[in-house]
């Protein structure tokens, strides 16, 4: 009983928080990509919402920025994003109705504080987010000078990923060294399309 009202509690405060934040349009949501599975774990839970929670009111730029949780995709994390999870809420992240669905989860660096030219390993790990067998692909590393990873970045090098089945991981890392001159720099993969 304490557990239902704690979480009824929990959803009610971050509703307050989001409709005291919002401002302009919920967004175009037929834009959506995004699942509202942010722990990649094929559900849209309660372990999502906390993720989701955390990351309210931070827009694309920020460091907290994560594009998986801007599911109507207008680059802050607000109001129209909470409506579109709360729809997704109980349901298979998946989305994929039989298909593959190939995303990248748990991006890690080896090292976030280094020396001009120093060596480091970017991890990510590719996971089959639908609910059938992903053909081969390829996974393309780029560098980039802001937080949004797009494949107009620079790229720094490729990895293969076999044929995953729903639900299954590949976890794939590269060597790379950081450029040359002092700043901040952003780096990501991004997964090439398969059939379906």
Do not use: W
């Amino acid at each position: 009983m304490f557990l239902n009202k704690g979480i009824a509690f929990i959803t009610a405060l971050v509703l307050l928080l989001c409709v005291g934040q919002a401002s302009g349009s919920v967004g175009n949501q037929t834009d959506v990509t995004q699942s509202g599975d942010l722990n990649g774990d094929g559900t849209v839970g309660f372990a999502d919402f906390l993720i989701f929670a955390s990351l309210f009111g931070v827009r694309q730029g920020d460091d907290r920025y994560d594009a998986r949780a801007d599911l109507d995709g207008d680059g802050a994390i607000g109001f129209g994003d909470f409506l579109i999870f709360a729809g997704a809420f109980g349901t298979s992240g998946s989305g994929g109705g039989g298909a593959p669905d190939l995303i990248i989860i748990a991006p890690s660096v080896s090292d976030t504080l280094l020396t001009p030219g120093q060596a480091f390993t970017l991890n990510v790990t590719v996971r089959n987010h639908g609910n059938a067998q992903a053909a081969e692909t390829t996974l393309t590393y780029y560098l980039s000078d802001d937080a949004t990873i797009t494949t107009s970045d620079t790229e720094v090098g490729t990895d293969a990923v076999g044929g995953l089945a729903a639900s299954v991981t590949s976890d794939k890392s590269i060597g790379l060294n950081v450029p040359s001159s002092a700043g901040m720099y952003y780096y990501g993969a991004c997964v090439a399309s398969v059939s379906g």
